[in-house]
């Protein structure tokens, strides 16, 4: 049993882990080995010596261990290609029709902190938010090629998106590109259900296009028949083009972004959707207050997070209040509204209190058809909030 640099915590934390939380945080740190090393292994016990777990420690980060492993394993090559077959295979059960567009690796809900990755027919698109797994990460990127060396769509390579913020808190600077010097093109047209999506791994958004909606947009197609449908902030058109393709007699995709708009333009020309679509540039906020009501059938409220942290949450609030009290009072007498949160801080209460609310003060009724969260290749560790973001709600609004 290999022992690793020590760190103790205090009676709050350990409460915290015991509970499965798989971060300690620096709050609740009573002092640590002076060996241990950032991005290295260390082990968690409390003041009396009980053992917690062990993990990654981080010299500046708020989050001073991740949690790896509660037994004592030691923290190798063999184990991390362990954590990544079975990620692998877990996704080889959940999405197998789905298996060329999908996120392999999702963190702590994998076992695996810090690590993101996303496949994207012959591309893997990673993200990595930790100094152990950057140390790491050639074990890591060998061991995705492996799994992957007899797939009937050959992995052309690896493409890093490591240009995100977070890194900065981890002291880690932020960069993109091919890993390995690799050569291969960085656009790719995936198939989603049947949906052909032109993906850019270089300059998307995130790593390129947001796989987490992928079920939820099946349930926007298999109610769109025969209705004129609205998708606000549409990004590259993934809610529009499945309203399309369900049979969706209109549809008016809305963003503010020209180029995400070109991008859902190319898609619906792909699909042969363009001529029952249409594409608009404008601040959806305040498109909705030109939008008549008995406009559209059914309206998809699909924003970007409004609040990435704890101390903008109020804020947040606000805005989601306000964009759905609006499409209620459009779609009161029997429409649809889709509307839903990405943001892990907006949380499953407090976005429902939301909904209440606005529905309230737009005078309507809401009747649920569905409430879901995100796709199955992103997993939900029950002990652990940070790894449940994404809040999906269908109403009829009468």
């Known amino acids: 049993m290999k022992k690793y640099p020590e760190v103790i915590i205090d009676e709050k934390g350990a409460g915290f882990l015991k509970r499965g939380q798989q971060w300690m945080y620096r709050n609740n740190l009573i002092r640590n080995d002076e060996d241990v090393q950032d991005g290295e292994p260390a082990d968690i016990l409390t003041e009396e010596g009980e053992y917690l777990g062990t993990g990654f420690w981080s010299d500046c980060s708020h989050v001073a261990v991740r949690i790896l492993s509660r037994t004592h394993e030691e923290i190798n090559e063999e184990f991390l290609r362990r954590r990544i077959r079975a990620a692998v295979d877990y996704r080889r059960t959940t999405v197998r029709d789905n298996l060329t567009n999908c996120r392999l690796i999702f963190s702590e809900a994998d076992g695996l902190p810090g690590v993101i990755c996303d496949r994207f027919n012959e591309i893997l698109v990673t993200q990595i938010t930790i100094s152990g797994m950057e140390k790491r990460k050639k074990i890591i990127y060998e061991a995705l090629l492996d799994e992957f060396r007899d797939d009937p769509v050959p992995i052309a390579g690896i493409y890093e998106r490591n240009d995100i913020a977070s890194r900065l808190k981890e002291g880690l600077e932020q960069y993109k590109g091919p890993w390995n010097s690799a050569s291969f093109p960085t656009e790719t047209i995936?198939?989603?259900?049947?949906?052909?999506?032109?993906?850019?791994?270089?300059?998307?958004?995130?790593?390129?296009?947001?796989?987490?909606?992928?079920?939820?947009?099946?349930?926007?197609?298999?109610?769109?028949?025969?209705?004129?449908?609205?998708?606000?902030?549409?990004?590259?058109?993934?809610?529009?083009?499945n309203a399309a393709l369900g049979g969706a007699v209109y549809t008016a995709a809305v963003d503010v972004s020209r180029q995400a708009l070109s991008t859902a333009e190319r898609n619906a020309?792909?699909?042969?959707?363009?001529?029952?679509?249409?594409?608009?540039?404008?601040?959806?906020?305040?498109?909705?207050?030109?939008?008549?009501?008995?406009?559209?059938?059914?309206?998809?409220?699909?924003?970007?997070?409004?609040?990435?942290?704890?101390?903008?949450?109020?804020?947040?609030?606000?805005?989601?209040?306000?964009?759905?009290?609006?499409?209620?009072?459009?779609?009161?007498?029997?429409?649809?509204?889709?509307?839903?949160?990405?943001?892990?801080?907006?949380?499953?209460?407090?976005f429902e209190q939301m909904l209440r609310e606005s529905a309230l003060e737009a005078g309507v009724t809401l009747k649920q058809i569905s409430v879901t969260q995100q796709n199955s290749d992103h997993p939900i560790l029950w002990t652990m909030d940070e790894t449940s973001y994404l809040k999906f709600y269908i109403f009829q609004i009468i």
Do not use: W
């Not at 987490?212 to 083009?241: E, P, W, Y």
């Not at 305040?286 to 924003?303: C, H, R, T």
């Open 269 to 350: 020309a792909l699909n042969g959707l363009s001529e029952r679509m249409e594409f608009i540039q404008a601040d959806v906020f305040e498109y909705l207050d030109e939008v008549k009501p008995g406009q559209f059938d059914l309206i998809i409220l699909d924003p970007p997070a409004f609040t990435k942290s704890r101390r903008t949450v109020d804020h947040a609030y606000s805005g989601y209040r306000r964009i759905n009290r609006k499409a209620m009072e459009l779609q009161r007498g029997g429409r649809y509204l889709a509307t839903c949160s990405c943001s892990r801080y907006m949380e499953t209460p407090l």
């Open 190 to 241: 995936i198939s989603e259900n049947g949906l052909k999506l032109v993906v850019d791994t270089e300059y998307g958004q995130k790593t390129g296009y947001f796989l987490d909606q992928k079920s939820n947009r099946m349930l926007i197609r298999n109610i769109a028949a025969g209705k004129r449908v609205l998708d606000c902030f549409t990004h590259t058109g993934g809610f529009a083009l």
